[in-house]
């Protein structure tokens, strides 16, 4: 197969952009605190993804007093997601890396599990242009490219939002898939980092350049893999953080 993720690699920036993301993330798993205590820098930071996941959809933020979600539709499937991914969990990553489109079937059940009926849980809206565009994700994942994982990541992330492929809860999967590629790449094996409140902080800017990844150009594309892995790297910054916090 052709590598179609190679060629982003010459937009301007992107290559550099990419290699600074993979840098910080590494610095942030050789803090004292992660070699020995990653999985406590890991709970937090699938809470915090989680929120701010959640809020860029319209959900809410803030858990109550005895750390429980209110009843909010959107962050208690955000929180699922989060608690399903936490520290790279294997489960979820080998049926990833062997059957992606069961993985976002699961992601589906789990975020929207009090959104819509069950029985529509797991299950890709009926609409020509989905299947084929999954299949596109299910090839970008499965084989072998020479760009780097925080290039995947965001195409990924990208073809997710622009395709909604379920109707319900694409932003907390397409998100939550970002952070899998991460997890499975081995860019940020233990879920460390927190690209999602970087999102959040931008959410306007976040939503212009998902569109701009929707056409396609170079001029649209460029824009949000850039985004992607300024988060990435800001992601990284919050995963000291939570560590020196935590030391």
Known sequence: MTDLLAPLLGLPGVADAAESARDALAR????????????????????????????????????????????????????????????GATTLVGVWQRAPLQALARLHALAAADLVDEQLLGRPRQDPEVSPRLDLVTRLVTWASAAPAPVLAAVVHGELLTLAPFGSGDGVIARAVSRLVTIATGLDP???????????????????????????????????????CRALEDGAREAVSIAEAAG
């Open 190 to 228: 233990h879920g460390l980092g927190v690209p999602e409140v970087y999102w959040l902080r931008r959410a306007e800017e976040y939503r212009t350049a998902a569109a701009g990844f929707a056409t396609g150009t170079p001029e649209g594309l460029g824009p949000w893999l850039l985004m992607c």
């Open 28 to 87: 942030a798993h050789r803090h004292r605190t992660n070699l020995r205590n990653w999985p406590v820098t890991a709970a937090e930071s699938a809470i915090r993804g989680a929120r701010s996941s959640s809020a860029l959809d319209g959900g809410a933020v803030q858990l109550d007093a005895a750390g429980v979600e209110p009843n909010d539709p959107v962050l208690a499937g955000a929180l699922r997601v989060g608690q399903a991914l936490e520290g």
